[in-house]
């Protein structure tokens, strides 16, 4: 920490940390860490069966998350890289990726709710953020990785950072007390497409609704999770920053509820929105037959129970039918039956 103030106290707005000098400062104090000072959010695996689990294993369903979006040969800025998991699977498809995180020392936004320590709060949120960077540091260190890390306030990203491609930030605006401002930071700056990706209980019944639920979580149990979004709600948003085109994916993604890595993973919906500047200006991979398939099974088993006005619609259509107007009379024997108690 004494480091990072020293090296950016100088500059004041946190800017120049992408010069060869600063990116080879941070290795200089990071890229050092030891497995044992982390704490992976991601599972991460560095091959010949060296897998160190996370709260969350993202592989083999990076695709999903990415919206299908081609990252290849693009700039990509990734907000909120935690483990690095991402960071590694874009830059294995050769993208130039700049994983920006919160400076080192600082606490993420603390929802403030009374009866807890915020101050205790703060410093734990510290503490676990310091050993996921670290993570970070570790893998860029075991996987000899080129990408660029810098730090800073989500709220007033650093100026010289240039113009991206693509953006992601994928579970970031469940935890920022003002989604908009973070949004309007990342997206003023990238010019094809914004990826972001966040988690939901149902698919929601009007997916086009912008709605934000605050504190969706119990804040007696975690002070960390601010919303839960719609699509609607980052589409909305993502509007008034000129993306014109959007698309709209859900997904399962794996994890440890509560961060408790004794306990077996669980399934958890997502939803991905690739907000493009205009039709076509982010590249696509294709998908596979079995990919589609997963998702309409996710869209299935994942969809909003039906309405009041649904069910009174599918009986009123039941009602106009053929059969039910055959079996008229049958339903009336078996009425009669039942108030003459001869039938259960």
Not at 254 to 261: F, G, I
């Amino acid at each position: 920490m004494q480091f990072y103030e020293a090296a950016m106290r100088p500059r004041g707005t946190f800017a120049g940390q992408l010069t060869e000098g600063f990116q080879a400062a941070l290795v200089r104090r990071f890229g050092g860490v030891g497995r044992a000072e982390c704490d992976f959010y991601h599972t991460m695996d560095f091959g010949q069966g060296d897998v160190v689990p996370g709260v969350w294993d993202l592989r083999g369903r990076e695709r999903g998350y990415l919206g299908w979006v081609d990252v290849a040969d693009q700039r990509v800025l990734e907000i909120g890289p935690a483990s690095g998991h991402l960071t590694r699977y874009m830059e294995k498809r050769r993208a130039d990726v700049v994983a920006f995180e919160l400076t080192p020392g600082v606490a993420a936004d603390i929802v403030p709710q009374e009866g807890h320590d915020l101050e205790a709060q703060k410093r734990l949120s510290i503490g676990y953020t310091e050993r996921v960077r670290n993570s970070w540091w570790y893998a860029h260190t075991r996987f000899g990785s080129s990408s660029k890390a810098v730090y800073g306030d989500i709220y007033a990203l650093p100026e010289d950072l240039g113009r991206f491609d693509v953006t992601l930030l994928g579970s970031v605006l469940l935890h920022v007390q003002n989604p908009f401002r973070a949004l309007e930071q990342t997206a003023t700056r990238t010019d094809r497409a914004v990826v972001v990706t966040e988690p939901v209980r149902r698919i929601p019944a009007e997916e086009g609704r912008a709605i934000m639920e605050f504190a969706p979580v119990d804040t007696t149990k975690t002070v960390v999770v601010w919303w839960q979004l719609t699509p609607g709600a980052v589409i909305r948003m993502l509007r008034i920053f000129g993306f014109l085109e959007f698309s709209v994916y859900y997904h399962l993604q794996r994890h440890h509820p509560h961060h408790e890595m004794d306990k077996p993973a669980e399934e958890s919906l997502y939803f991905t929105v690739v907000g493009e500047r205009h039709e076509g200006w982010a590249r696509r991979l294709e998908r596979t037959a079995e990919e589609e398939r997963a998702e309409q099974e996710v869209r299935r088993q994942w969809a909003p129970p039906p309405s009041n006005a649904d069910l009174e619609a599918d009986l009123r259509g039941m009602r106009a039918s053929l059969s039910w107007r055959l079996s008229r009379p049958v339903r009336m024997v078996g009425s009669a039956l039942r108030r003459l108690g001869l039938r259960g």
